[in-house]
Nanobody
Framework: QVQLVESGGGLVQAGGSLRLSCEAS????????MGWFRQAPGKERDFVAS??????YYADSVKGRFTISRDNAKNTVYLQMNSLKPEDTAVYYC???????????????????WGQGTQVTVSS
């Protein structure tokens, strides 16, 4: 199992940008699929984006605004969030899962390790 620590959350005005980071422990980071999920107050946790090797997958709600990337040398995955909207307000979680041939994971059950979350608040 891998340990994950998110950072980079905060308060931003609508239309602004934030970059979240998630640093992972372990020496096999490059072999993991990585994902970002979010949970708004009173709502279920939702998929945001994931990356497996160099392939990415995004929720429709963030396509064109968010970009997921990874730096295997730094054991870190990033989520660049642009054109933020108040509805993006949530706790954002980083997750790690096993890579699967032919598929970029996007379901909760495909990720076995989770971070503690970082709060993102977008004001209108």
């Amino acid at each position: 199992q891998v340990q994950l620590v998110e950072s980079g959350g905060g308060l931003v005005q609508a239309g602004g940008s934030l970059r979240l980071s998630c640093e992972a422990s372990g020496r096999t980071f490059s072999s993991y699929a990585m994902g970002w999920f979010r949970q708004a107050p009173g709502k279920e946790r939702d998929f945001v984006a994931s990356i497996s090797w160099s392939r990415t997958y995004y929720a429709d709600s963030v396509k064109g605004r968010f970009t997921i990337s990874r730096d295997n040398a730094k054991n870190t995955v990033y989520l660049q969030m642009n054109s933020l909207k108040p509805e993006d307000t949530a706790v954002y979680y980083c997750a790690a899962g096993l890579t699967v041939t032919g598929r970029v994971p996007r379901e909760d059950f495909e990720f076995g390790s989770w971070g503690q979350g970082t709060q993102v608040t977008v004001s209108s």
